[in-house]
C-alpha cells in the first residue's frame, strides 16, 4: 500500500482544495481524508505544500498513433485510400512505445481517447487508454467508444481531385452509410421488399414475412446486373437458385446463384442490392 500524505487535495468534487492524505491499495484509491492511519507495511510520499489533481483525461487525440518525432512511417491516424471507413479501429494504430506518453504522463494526463483523424467523412472508431504501459492490450479502459466523423474542409482538402470537392459530397456520403446502417440493424434491407415474395435471397431483407415465392429478380453478384427466375420454377426456402444475368449494358450471360431464405420485399427499387 502506499499513502500521500498533507498534500493539498483537489478532488474535483468538493470546490475548495483540501489538505489531506490519499490512500492507495493495488493500485487504486482506497480512502481520502485527514490523518489517515499509516501504520504496518505503508509507503510513505510527503506531499508537504504540492498540490494533487485528478488525472487529465484528453477527450480527443491521437497520440500514439501519429508517430512523435517520427515521420511519415509512423503516421497511422489517416487511412487516404478510401473515404468512408467506418470498419477501422483506432487501438490497431496505437505504438504503445511512441515516446509522446511519457511526456503526456508526466504532464498529469492519465487517461487519452484516440484513434483516426479527420480525413473521412467516417475515419473509424476511438480508444480509451492508459498513457502507461508497454502494450496496447494492457492500457485499454474501454475500445469502441466513439467514432470519428469529419464535416469539415478536410474530406475535401484530402479527397478534392478523387470524390469530394464539395460539403454536398461528405454529407450525401454520411447519409448514405447511415442508411445502410439502420438497414442492416432492421435485418438486411429493412423490411423495404416486394410483398408479392415471400422469399429472399441471402443479400438481405426481413425475416418477419410468410413464405412464398422467389424475388422475381436480384442483383447478379457477377456485374451487379440482374437475373431472373424462370416462370415456370418457383422458388424454395433453403434451395440454391440459378438464373442468367441480364444486365443490358455488359450482356455477360453468366449463370449467378443465390439461396433462398424467408423474408419480405416491399420496394423493388431498394431491394438488389449487394
Partial sequence: MLCV???IIHDAIHRE???GDILVEDGKIKEIGENLETGGD???VDAEGLHVYPGFVEAHGHIGLD????GYEGMDYNEMNDIVTPHLRGIDGVKPMDAAFPHAAAAGVTCVCVGPGSANVLGGTFTT???VGKRVDDMVVRDGVAMKCAFGENPKRVYRDKKDSSRMTTAALLREMLFKTREYKEGGCGGRCVQETGLRYETGGSDSCDEGRDPPESTCACHGGYF?????RPGIRGEDYTGTC???ALDCGRACQ???TAGCRADPDQCFQI
Avoid at 67 to 70: D, L, N, Q
Avoid at 228 to 232: E, F, L, S
Wanted: hydrophobic residues 25%; aromatic residues 8%; proline residues 4%.
Fill in 258 to 260: 443465390r439461396k433462398c
Fill in 17 to 19: 482544495a483540501f489538505k
Fill in 67 to 70: 508517430g512523435y518525432g517520427i
Fill in 246 to 248: 441480364d444486365r443490358g
Fill in 5 to 7: 500524505k498533507n498534500g
Fill in 129 to 131: 487508454i492508459k498513457t
Fill in 228 to 232: 431472373r427466375r424462370p416462370a415456370d
Fill in 42 to 44: 505503508i509507503e510513505i
